[in-house]
């Protein structure tokens, strides 16, 4: 059986400008193969970019990498700890489970790292009640509740150099190698399999895609290629204004991602065509034999550079390759900020429509396109909030014939939801502002 994982619930506390947030996904263990799509709406610094960070770290933590990467203005403004509590719907060949995962995180000499994990789960069975797997808190281990500490001495060493490890390295205690090496010593095989799950199945099919991957492209500085194909996971990064060096051997597999990739956006934008152009041979640094190519863009029997496209056309080429892991695999989740930016609204529209009525995976993204309203239930739209204690709410009081564009814009104008969802602004004062920093120039 295939393992399928999906977020079935997610609490944020401390994280950027949200000192608390909550959303739910529509995931269930009825629809696990099915799309789950969920967009966040809202004003500008209202917690979206917070949400995308909230996940990178979940694929941090869940991957053994360090938190190191993650700048000390992760956490909220005065607060010393951060917290993310996600609960999992999990389908395995043992059968299905729900789990617990908890994180604190703490400054550590301005740099973030674990305080303290637990891991916790249940059988999706009736009158089953939650389990304890795994807790951690910087020298106190306990595995199903039994402190490590009374282990016997030799079974003690590997978890307190673990221990040790997680606190130099900032890195998750309980999802790095040193620790999962020993714990299938301790957990049953049913037990063990549900971390292997999270740590080598759901962090390798988390896609993170951030404004600074947006960045990179409309700056010109790389084009990266978010890549899920075959057992591949991960980025590929092609210069954006020259050629691109790579090995020999890697050259096929850059060609079959190439390919995948065309067959998408031929139908996205009609008549394009990504052409790769090899150059010729080069000797690497390390001796080892490379390819020069170049991308060209191909429409209407002109190519040119593929850097002469537009930066949306360049966006969808970088995150199709998600787009079509998440279309074809129940166990692919996404996570795009700004998925919008540079993307023509009604193609917008036709993308969600499509994965929403015949994918597979799970979806995560924001947007300011209020054309996101109009073609995703309610169920499946989340709004940020002017209140940093509730950043994430869904509207209330909709019914199935209202457009939820309109009743959106309504709201922001009159208000009637549980929380602030726009903190208004006046465009007579914006034309003074404009008006009076004006006359600063002279």
């Known amino acids: 059986m295939e393992t399928i994982i999906k977020v079935k619930q997610m609490t944020i506390r401390n994280i950027k400008n949200i000192k608390e947030g909550k959303f739910e996904t529509n995931a269930t263990f009825e629809n696990l193969e099915q799309s789950d799509i969920l967009g966040f709406y809202g004003q500008n610094g209202s917690g979206k970019t917070a949400l995308v960070e909230a996940f990178s ?37 043992f059968g299905e489970y729900k789990l617990q995962y908890t994180a604190v995180l703490e400054l550590s000499e301005n740099q973030l790292a674990v305080k303290s994990e637990t891991l916790a789960f249940c059988e999706n069975q009736p009158a089953k009640r939650s389990k304890a797997l795994l807790s951690y808190e910087k020298g106190q281990i306990k595995i199903r509740n039994k402190n ?15 221990d040790a490890w997680s606190q130099q390295e900032k890195v998750s205690f309980i999802f790095q190698e040193k620790t999962i090496e020993q714990l299938a010593k301790f957990l049953e095989p049913e037990e063990f399999e549900l971390i292997s799950n999270l740590y080598r199945h759901y962090a390798a099919n988390l896609y993170i895609i951030d404004n600074q991957e947006n960045g990179y492209i409309f700056g010109n500085i790389i084009l990266p290629f978010n890549v899920h194909y075959g057992q591949h996971r991960g980025k590929l990064a092609f210069n954006h204004d020259g050629p691109t060096v790579i090995t020999e051997t890697s050259l096929p597999f850059v060609q079959q991602v190439i390919e995948q990739t065309n ?20 000797t ?75 994918g597979k995976g799970q979806f995560i993204f924001t947007s300011h396109n ?15 909030t002017m209140n940093p204690n509730n950043r994430f709410v869904q509207m209330t009081g909709i019914q199935k014939n209202n457009n939820i564009r309109d009743v959106y814009l309504r709201t922001v104008q009159l208000g009637g939801q549980s929380e602030l969802l726009y903190l208004e602004t006046d465009s007579y004062d914006i034309k003074k502002a404009f008006r009076k920093a004006g006359r600063m120039n002279g």
Request: proline share 2%; hydrophobic share 50%; net charge negative.
């Open 263 to 282: 067959i998408v956006m031929t139908k996205i934008i009609p008549g394009l065509q990504i052409i790769l152009n090899t150059l010729g041979a080069q």
């Open 148 to 162: 490590v500490m009374n282990f016997k001495n030799q079974d003690q060493l590997p978890f307190l150099i673990g």
């Open 370 to 384: 209020l054309r996101v309203l109009e073609v995703l239930e309610n169920k499946k739209l989340w709004f940020t």
């Open 284 to 358: 690497l640094d390390n001796g080892e034999q490379g390819i020069r190519f170049e991308l060209l863009a191909k429409k209407h029997g002109i190519q040119l550079p593929l850097a002469c496209e537009s930066a949306g056309t360049l966006k969808l080429i970088s995150i199709v390759g998600t787009l079509i892991a998440v279309f074809n695999k129940p166990s692919a989740c996404i996570v795009i900020d700004e998925l919008d930016s540079g993307v023509f609204e009604y193609l917008l529209g036709e993308i969600l429509e499509v994965l929403d009525l015949d």
């Open 57 to 93: 770290i979940l694929k941090l933590l869940l991957s053994g990498e360090s938190l190191q990467k993650k700048s000390q203005y992760t956490v909220f403004h005065g607060e010393n700890t951060a917290e993310l509590d996600v609960i999992f719907l999990l389908v395995n060949k």
